[in-house]
């Protein structure tokens, strides 16, 4: 039988406070676990079903330990069944050991980055034997990995991991990081062709490109779209976000404007393949 392009519901994934973002910059941004448990929780109420999670300390500094991860997930178990998906990127500066400690704190989900850049200007760097222990240990505590490709060479690296049996359920395409792949129409093109085959893609746009990126994105039968502080302190130009929920309830009203359903957290768990991911806290 054939399907549509677009039959799938999109899949919402908030990302309530990555590493960087400061509340300088908006004073809205979650810190502790319970701000950040909080915010998945609303966001989750107004349509997201994954939370791409970071953690802070209580000045916001941030920190990858295991049991602020572990407390986080707890938090936001309690309340629903979003999909806990933790970043191995961590912050600019953090080493390996400390990026990937995070896995045993018990989430389904983790990215995986591909490769490397200047972020922003500084190093971000992961080696293939940083990619590969990111990818053995997940495969060992039975943990499904996002691939976070913030260039065309991640992509490509991506697709020969994929091509060797790794299991990557979804292709982050990141777009807007300074040092990365731009914002731009040509380059979103430029990475969809360099995905392998059959496989399912995201977009994640920072800044002010984030709103249009994403509309191309839908329009081109992206599986999933990302909002949330990580990506984007504004609600529209010069007016800040009041918090990740109201990002992610603007960015399903965008998405059912240009014709895409929202999927439901059971909808993402079976386009991901996630059913017998949850793993016990
Ligand atoms: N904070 C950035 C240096 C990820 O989470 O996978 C890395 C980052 C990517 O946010
Ligand atoms: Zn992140």
Redesign the pocket.
Known sequence: MSRDWDSDPVVVTV?PC???VTREQNPAVPYTPQEIARDVVAAAAKGATIA?L?ARKADGT?THERETFRQIIQLIRADTDAICNL??????G?TIDERIECLDAGAEMA???TGSLN??G?P?VTSGSDTQRVIDRAATLGIALEA?C?DLGHVAEAARLQAKAVNLRLF?L?LG?PGGAPATPEALQAMIAGLPHGVRWSVTAVGRHQKRMLSLALLLGTAGIRVGF?DNVYIARGRPASSNAELVADVVAQARSLGREVATIGETRRLLGLEHERIAV
Do not use: I, R
């Open positions: 990302a990555g590493a960087e791409h970071h941030p970043s191995t990127g961590g912050a600019v953090m990215g995986v980055e972020f922003a500084a971000f976070e913030f982050n990141v990081v990580e």
